[in-house]
Nanobody, 131 residues
């Protein structure tokens, strides 16, 4: 059973940066996506960045492209999200997630439809961006 534990959430001011980390335990097959999702109350869960482990193909949502960078450390089974130029709309709970049955892009601006493909989820880490 895969377990995911996120860390790194914090409160920052607009324009600031944060780095989120996710540690995975259990078996992560190469033909998997690992991704970061975020959610705010009343909104769909949004896939902001994902990586296909086998090829290192990377996907970003339009809302974070050019500001966020996803990376992984396969040896450590760790996933990271470097977030720069943070905005108030980036606030939310950020989740690390694992999809072991990949059929398309890891994230694709499809909200809950992206999230439905993911089987394992962390408990979330809170990011608050204030002006």
């Amino acid at each position: 059973q895969v377990q995911l534990v996120e860390s790194g959430g914090d409160s920052v001011q607009v324009g600031g940066s944060l780095r989120l980390s996710c540690r995975a335990s259990g078996y992560i097959r190469n033909k998997s996506c690992m991704a970061w999702f975020r959610q705010t109350p009343g909104k769909e869960r949004e896939g902001v960045a994902g990586i296909y482990i086998l090829t290192d193909a990377i996907y970003y949502s339009d809302s974070v492209k050019d500001r966020f960078t996803i990376s992984d450390d396969k040896a450590e089974q760790a996933l990271y999200l470097q977030m720069n130029d943070l905005r108030p709309e980036d606030s939310g709970t950020y989740y690390c997630a694992h999809n072991p049955h990949v059929t398309g892009p890891c994230v694709s601006n499809a909200g809950d439809r992206d999230a439905a493909d993911y089987v394992h989820w962390g408990q979330g880490t809170q990011v608050t961006v204030s002006s």
